[in-house]
């Protein structure tokens, strides 16, 4: 059963812009989460969200929530290289439920 | 340095021939889970254990089995492989302390089945 759908599915952007990736998600949650994962390797939790909170921040990273809509968006400020990655929404407790990701790919 | 082992990275096998992945934490996490990566499909949960002894079924448990005899290691089996079980595979352990559910995910094993 598959929670949550990112938007875009692929992203290209230069160096020093903003990208910014949506995720939604089809049932009531406590929280929702963000991870990155660099090609074949490991998911890297970034940030998590609760119900409660609209929106969060950590460094460059700003997660907002909308649980009237049932969606939340990654925006990356001033993006670099090494933010390439992918990246994926989450909800659930034990039983985590990952969206299909959105491919980011930042050109230097 | 706190982290999750996966053993081994790399497998190819033949149809029907056991096999067991091994996952390792030392963060004396309670929660424990096996995902499955697949092109197309994201991740999605196989097992997960909430605690010693505790396990249940993920989204697609179908031909696989897990078990929790200590807290630290969470071990794969695929008891008899098939080729749709290629796949990229990732355990993962969190904390249920604060009830976030933050995992750390392991380097992943590569699975080919023949």
């Known amino acids: 059963s598959q929670q949550g759908e990112e938007d875009p599915q692929a992203l290209s952007i230069q160096e020093g812009e903003n990208a910014t990736m949506n995720c939604s998600y089809k049932?009531?949650?406590?929280?929702l989460q963000w991870y990155r994962q660099n090609s074949g390797r490991g998911l890297v939790h970034l940030i998590l969200i609760r119900s409660n909170e609209r929106e969060k921040h950590s460094g460059r990273l700003r997660v907002t929530l909308d649980t009237s809509k049932k969606s939340s968006s990654l925006l990356i400020t001033a993006s670099r290289a090494a933010d390439t990655a992918s990246y994926f929404c989450a909800t659930g407790f034990q039983k985590l439920v990952f969206g299909t990701g959105t491919r980011l790919l930042v050109s230097p | 340095e706190a982290q999750v082992t996966q053993n081994p990275r790399y497998l190819i096998t033949v149809t029907g021939k056991k096999l067991t992945v091994t996952c390792s934490q030392n963060m004396n996490h309670e929660y424990m889970s096996w995902y499955r990566q697949d092109p197309g499909l994201g991740l999605r949960q196989i097992y997960y254990s909430m605690n010693v002894e505790v396990t249940d079924k993920g989204d697609v448990p179908e031909g696989y089995k897990v078990s929790r005899k200590e807290k630290r290691n969470f071990p794969l089996i695929l008891e008899s492989p098939s080729p749709n079980q290629t796949s990229l595979y990732f355990c993962?352990?969190?904390?249920?302390?604060?009830?976030?559910?933050?995992?750390?995910f392991g380097p992943g094993t590569r699975l080919t089945v023949t």
């Open positions: 993962a352990s969190s904390t249920i302390r604060d009830r976030n559910y933050e995992q750390y």
């Open positions: 049932t009531s949650i406590n929280n």
